[in-house]
Protein backbone atom coordinates (compact mmCIF):
# COMPACT_ATOMS: atom_id res chain seq x y z
CA UNK A 1 0.00 0.00 0.00
CA UNK A 2 1.24 3.74 -0.82
CA UNK A 3 0.43 5.85 2.45
CA UNK A 4 -1.23 9.67 1.51
CA UNK A 5 1.30 12.11 1.00
CA UNK A 6 0.05 15.36 1.85
CA UNK A 7 1.28 18.95 1.04
CA UNK A 8 0.17 22.39 1.66
CA UNK A 9 0.92 23.35 5.27
CA UNK A 10 2.73 26.56 5.87
CA UNK A 11 2.49 30.03 7.89
CA UNK A 12 -0.04 32.03 7.62
CA UNK A 13 -1.82 34.89 9.46
CA UNK A 14 -4.64 34.84 11.66
CA UNK A 15 -7.94 35.23 9.67
CA UNK A 16 -5.91 34.29 6.56
CA UNK A 17 -6.53 30.74 4.27
CA UNK A 18 -4.64 28.01 3.70
CA UNK A 19 -5.62 24.78 1.50
CA UNK A 20 -4.30 21.48 2.08
CA UNK A 21 -3.93 18.58 -0.03
CA UNK A 22 -3.44 15.01 -0.03
CA UNK A 23 -2.33 12.56 -2.86
CA UNK A 24 -3.76 9.38 -2.30
CA UNK A 25 -3.26 6.79 -5.19
CA UNK A 26 -4.35 3.45 -5.98
CA UNK A 27 -8.00 1.61 -6.11
CA UNK A 28 -8.34 1.20 -2.41
CA UNK A 29 -7.58 5.13 -1.68
CA UNK A 30 -9.93 6.03 -4.27
CA UNK A 31 -13.11 3.30 -2.77
CA UNK A 32 -12.82 4.62 0.67
CA UNK A 33 -13.82 7.31 2.57
CA UNK A 34 -10.71 9.78 3.39
CA UNK A 35 -10.19 12.38 6.62
CA UNK A 36 -8.20 14.98 7.88
CA UNK A 37 -6.76 14.62 11.17
CA UNK A 38 -4.95 17.63 13.11
CA UNK A 39 -2.40 17.35 16.10
CA UNK A 40 -1.35 20.39 18.01
CA UNK A 41 1.94 20.34 20.47
CA UNK A 42 1.16 18.37 23.18
CA UNK A 43 -2.70 17.55 22.58
CA UNK A 44 -4.46 14.06 20.99
CA UNK A 45 -5.23 14.02 17.49
CA UNK A 46 -8.58 15.45 16.39
CA UNK A 47 -10.78 14.70 13.73
CA UNK A 48 -11.31 17.74 11.47
CA UNK A 49 -12.87 16.33 8.40
CA UNK A 50 -14.04 13.30 6.13
CA UNK A 51 -15.42 12.26 2.87
CA UNK A 52 -17.03 9.90 1.10
CA UNK A 53 -15.65 8.07 -1.86
CA UNK A 54 -17.70 9.46 -4.38
CA UNK A 55 -17.49 13.05 -2.60
CA UNK A 56 -20.93 13.46 -2.01
CA UNK A 57 -21.19 13.41 1.46
CA UNK A 58 -18.79 15.10 4.06
CA UNK A 59 -18.75 15.05 7.63
CA UNK A 60 -16.80 17.99 9.73
CA UNK A 61 -16.27 18.66 13.35
CA UNK A 62 -18.95 20.52 14.50
CA UNK A 63 -16.39 23.39 15.72
CA UNK A 64 -14.98 23.62 12.51
CA UNK A 65 -18.17 23.97 10.20
CA UNK A 66 -18.13 26.85 7.89
CA UNK A 67 -14.70 27.47 8.21
CA UNK A 68 -13.48 24.67 6.74
CA UNK A 69 -14.19 22.71 3.27
CA UNK A 70 -13.57 18.85 2.50
CA UNK A 71 -13.48 18.17 -1.29
CA UNK A 72 -12.03 15.53 -3.35
CA UNK A 73 -10.91 14.91 -7.09
CA UNK A 74 -10.89 11.72 -7.50
CA UNK A 75 -9.77 11.96 -11.47
CA UNK A 76 -6.51 12.96 -9.95
CA UNK A 77 -6.54 10.93 -6.29
CA UNK A 78 -6.38 14.18 -4.79
CA UNK A 79 -8.28 15.34 -1.20
CA UNK A 80 -8.26 18.92 -0.36
CA UNK A 81 -8.95 20.74 2.92
CA UNK A 82 -9.87 24.38 2.51
CA UNK A 83 -9.42 26.36 5.67
CA UNK A 84 -10.27 30.05 5.98
CA UNK A 85 -10.65 32.55 9.11
CA UNK A 86 -7.92 30.54 10.13
CA UNK A 87 -7.52 31.00 14.26
CA UNK A 88 -4.13 30.71 16.41
CA UNK A 89 -5.97 27.36 17.97
CA UNK A 90 -5.87 25.74 14.38
CA UNK A 91 -2.33 25.49 14.60
CA UNK A 92 -1.12 21.74 14.68
CA UNK A 93 0.14 18.95 11.95
CA UNK A 94 -2.29 18.07 9.72
CA UNK A 95 -2.83 14.43 8.65
CA UNK A 96 -4.71 12.78 5.61
CA UNK A 97 -5.81 9.28 6.42
CA UNK A 98 -7.84 6.38 4.45
CA UNK A 99 -10.94 5.05 6.56
CA UNK A 100 -10.46 1.51 6.88
CA UNK A 101 -14.50 0.33 6.61
CA UNK A 102 -15.95 1.69 9.98
CA UNK A 103 -17.85 4.54 9.51
CA UNK A 104 -17.23 5.65 12.86
CA UNK A 105 -15.39 8.05 10.70
CA UNK A 106 -14.71 11.10 13.71
CA UNK A 107 -12.48 8.60 15.39
CA UNK A 108 -8.64 8.23 14.81
CA UNK A 109 -9.06 4.19 15.12
CA UNK A 110 -11.06 4.01 12.18
CA UNK A 111 -8.34 5.04 10.09
CA UNK A 112 -5.45 2.44 8.38
CA UNK A 113 -3.05 4.44 6.15
CA UNK A 114 -1.82 7.75 7.87
CA UNK A 115 0.62 10.52 5.91
CA UNK A 116 3.61 11.68 7.20
CA UNK A 117 1.48 15.16 7.86
CA UNK A 118 1.81 18.67 7.03
CA UNK A 119 2.30 21.76 8.97
CA UNK A 120 -0.26 24.40 9.65
CA UNK A 121 1.21 27.37 11.96
CA UNK A 122 -1.26 30.27 12.34
CA UNK A 123 0.37 33.91 14.04
CA UNK A 124 -1.74 36.50 15.45
Known amino acids: QVQPVESGGGSVQAGGSLTLSCKASGRTFSANTMGWFRQAPGKEREFVAA????????LYADSLKGRFTISRDSAKNMVYLQMNSLKSEDKGIYYC?????????????????WGQGTQVTVSS
Open 51 to 58: ISSTGRVT
Open 97 to 113: ARASGSDDYDSRWSYDY
